[in-house]
C-alpha cells in the first residue's frame, strides 16, 4: 500500500486538473480561436520625437458569455490571435493609445466565436471615435469701442464655418467671450474680426491643434493700448517652419505693400488681413489702397497634413 498510494494520488491530481475549464472558454470544452486584425500604426515624427497625438499601441478589451473575458495590452502587431475562448457572442474594445501611454481613441466590434473554429474581426481605422474639444476665451479692453463681430473655424483642408460665441460679458472695464466647442482633432485656422465705431475692421487668425480625447485652449487678450496676447495650449506640433518678409511699420495712404512667405517644402498658403481671408493665396501677397488704420497679415501654411502660421503688423496713415 506505500508504494501504490502515492501513484493514486497523482492520478487523482490529474482527474482534477482535467476538470477545469480553460480561461475563457466553456466548462470541460476546448473553445474557439479570435482573430482581431488592427490598423497598422504610423506614428507621425517631429524630428526625432513622436508626436503624442499619433497612435503608439493599442489595448484589447474582450467580453463574452457569462464572466468570460481577456485582455491584452501594448499591442504594436497588426494581427491578435487568441485562443481557448468560449463560443458565442464576444464584444472586443480597442483603445489606440499615444506615446505617453494615454487613450486617445476607442473602437467597439461585435464578433461570434464558434466552438472548434477561428473567428476573425477587423477593427477598422474608421471605426475609432474621439472625443475633443476646443475653448475659446476672447477678452478686449472696453476703452478700445470695440466690438465682436464673428469667429471662423476653418480645418486643414476644410472649408471655414462661424462660430457661434454666447453674448459677451463686461466685467472690470473688459469684454469678454468664452466657450467651449466639441470638434474633431486635428488641425484649424481661428480667425477673429472686430469692428470700431467708424466701421474699421480689425483682427487676426492663428493656427492651432486639437488633440484626440483632449481639450486644445485659444485665449485672446486686447489692452486699452490695443497690444494683442494670444496664448495656445497646447503649442502644435510642426516638422517645418515659416518666415515673412520684414514690412516697415508705418505706410503713407496709397503705398502697396507686399509681403513674401518662406516654407520648407510644397506649402499650401492662405493668407489674412485683420481676420478677413485674402484672394491671393500663393508665396507672396500685395495690398493695395488700404485704408488709414493698424493692420495684421496673418500667414496659415499647410505642408503634408502640418499646420502653422506667423503674422506681421504694419499701419497706414490716414483715415
Known amino acids: 500500500m506505500k508504494k ?44 526625432k520625437n513622436p508626436v503624442l497625438t499619433g497612435t503608439s499601441s493599442y489595448d484589447i478589451l474582450g467580453t463574452g458569455p457569462g464572466s468570460a473575458g481577456f485582455q491584452r495590452n501594448g499591442i504594436t502587431a497588426q494581427t491578435v490571435t487568441i485562443g481557448s475562448l468560449a463560443a458565442g457572442s464576444w464584444q472586443v474594445e480597442v483603445n489606440g493609445n499615444n506615446a505617453a ?17 477561428t473567428a476573425s474581426a477587423d477593427v477598422l481605422e474608421s471605426q475609432f471615435t474621439s472625443s475633443s474639444g476646443l475653448s475659446i476665451s476672447l477678452t478686449w479692453a472696453n476703452a478700445l469701442n470695440e466690438t465682436f463681430v464673428e469667429a471662423d473655424l476653418t480645418p486643414l483642408n476644410g472649408s471655414p464655418s462661424t462660430i457661434n460665441l454666447p453674448a459677451a460679458a463686461n466685467a472690470g472695464g473688459t469684454t469678454t467671450i468664452s466657450a467651449t466647442k466639441a470638434v474633431a482633432p486635428g488641425y484649424y485656422t481661428l480667425s477673429r474680426v472686430f469692428q470700431d465705431p467708424t466701421g474699421f475692421r480689425s483682427g487676426g487668425a492663428d493656427s492651432l491643434y486639437v488633440p484626440p480625447a483632449d481639450t486644445a485652449s485659444f485665449a485672446l487678450n486686447v489692452d486699452a493700448t490695443g497690444a494683442v496676447t494670444v496664448t495656445i495650449t497646447p503649442d502644435p506640433p ?10 516697415k511699420a508705418n505706410y503713407g495712404k496709397g503705398q502697396d505693400i507686399t509681403v513674401a512667405a518662406t516654407v520648407s517644402g510644397k506649402p499650401s498658403i492662405q493668407w489674412y488681413l485683420n481676420g478677413a481671408l485674402q ?23 499647410a505642408v503634408g497634413g502640418v499646420l502653422i502660421s506667423d503674422h506681421v503688423n504694419f499701419s497706414v496713415a490716414g483715415k
Open 101 to 117: 501611454k494615454k487613450v486617445i481613441s476607442t473602437a467597439t466590434t461585435q464578433v461570434t466565436v464558434v466552438e472548434g473554429s
Open 238 to 247: 510642426s516638422t517645418f517652419q515659416i518666415a515673412l518678409s520684414s514690412v
Open 4 to 47: 501504490i498510494l502515492p501513484s493514486l494520488v497523482v492520478i487523482a491530481g490529474v482527474l482534477v486538473l482535467m476538470s477545469c475549464p480553460s480561461p475563457g472558454s466553456a466548462s470541460g470544452a476546448s473553445g474557439g480561436t479570435l482573430t482581431i486584425n488592427l490598423p497598422v500604426i504610423s506614428m507621425q515624427q517631429v524630428g
Open 279 to 301: 484672394s491671393q493665396t500663393g508665396p507672396a501677397v500685395t495690398l493695395s489702397n488700404l485704408p488709414g488704420g493698424a493692420y495684421r497679415l496673418d500667414c496659415v501654411a
